[in-house]
């Protein structure tokens, strides 16, 4: 329900100061200024369809500049995401997204982006409203006139449907029907029941990196892996394998017909210059 949803994030939240390091402190301090000081910078991770090698799709990546130094989303997303920062700055890739589209479209290309998005910005009804209209107001700012939302994926994770809320159903389901495709990302890390695949409006599954990259010295990591292609199959979702770095990786993810693979085999995240030279020479 809605109130056992808003005492969750409460609590959440609540956690913040006390137990927070001197390095987390700081960083919490100066993150707060990182978007009006313009050090943050989205990169884009080419997702390459392995048979063609051709770009279709695309992640969007924060990064952090700050004090000369390059700081980790692994670093600085929990501390944005305790201190309820994640929410502005959610926005802020939102936008910068939309801009990408904009400058796809106009070289006449199709990529679609993933945005990933914090469980933190769905965990209140208010948060959800805030990220359906702020949502809605970038896109139509756009200047696109029919802003195309089947070219936007939203990465959520298995711990937003682990509750199986019904205005999470709600926000996905509403999402969807405009065009947005929902994506579970890292999925089978998060310890969550398999039915919310069946209960949630879902299209897509991201086979997480820590499976991938150990095939190669544990064979029942492809076990598990041929397994959550069958089910994706029998689902109908669509597949992205997240991570692939090697030729025998490669191999393997071809062998089972995975359609989309993410991964510095072929790319590493770049910023926006390097992604839209390399969108534009593509056929
Ligand atoms: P993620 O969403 O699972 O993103 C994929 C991560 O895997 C990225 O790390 C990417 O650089 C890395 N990666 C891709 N291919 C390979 C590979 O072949 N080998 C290896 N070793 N790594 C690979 P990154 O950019 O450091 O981001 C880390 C995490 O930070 C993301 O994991 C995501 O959970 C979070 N994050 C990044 N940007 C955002 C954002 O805009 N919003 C939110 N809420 N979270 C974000
Ligand atoms: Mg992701
Ligand atoms: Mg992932
Ligand atoms: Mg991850």
Redesign the pocket.
């Known amino acids: 329900s809605a109130k056992s949803n808003g005492r969750n994030c409460f609590e959440y939240f609540n956690q913040t100061i006390q137990l927070e390091t001197e390095r987390t402190a700081k960083l919490h301090y100066h993150l707060k200024n990182a978007i009006i000081l313009n050090e943050l910078e989205?990169?884009f991770?080419p997702i390459v369809d392995p048979n063609t090698t051709e770009i279709n799709k695309a992640?969007?990546?924060?990064?952090w500049h700050h004090d000369g130094q390059f700081i980790?989303?692994?670093e600085f997303?929990p501390i944005?995401?305790k201190s309820g920062l994640?929410v502005e700055?959610?926005e802020w890739?939102r936008a910068e997204v939309v801009k990408m589209i904009s400058a796809v479209q106009s070289l006449n290309k199709s990529i679609c982006f993933?945005?990933?998005?914090?469980t933190?910005?769905f965990c209140t009804n208010e948060l959800q409203n805030r990220f359906l209209q702020s949502f809605e107001k970038v896109s139509q700012s756009s200047g696109l006139s029919d802003f195309p939302y089947h070219l936007v994926t939203l990465?959520i994770?298995e711990s937003l449907m682990m509750n199986q809320q019904q205005a999470v159903y709600d926000l996905l389901a509403l999402l969807r029907k405009r065009g947005v495709n929902i994506s579970i990302?890292?999925f089978g890390t998060g310890y969550s029941s398999l039915s919310y695949l069946v209960n949630f409006p879902v299209d897509q599954i991201?086979i997480?990196?820590a499976f991938?990259?150990q095939i190669e010295t544990d064979e029942r990591h492809k076990a598990l892996i041929e397994a959550i292609v069958s089910m994706s199959n029998s689902l109908d979702l669509s597949l992205v394998a997240?991570?692939?770095?090697t030729q025998e990786q490669l191999d393997f993810i071809k062998q089972l017909k995975i359609p989309a693979v993410?991964?510095?085999?072929y790319?590493?995240?770049m910023p926006t210059d390097e992604f839209l030279a390399i969108i534009s020479q593509q056929e």
Do not use: C, F, M
């Open positions: 989205l990169y991770q992640e969007a990546l924060l990064r980790s989303p692994d997303i944005a995401e994640i700055i959610g890739v993933s945005i990933n998005v914090s933190i910005e990465e994770t990302d890292d991201k997480d990196k991938i990259q997240e991570g692939v770095e993410q991964g510095y085999y790319y590493k995240p």
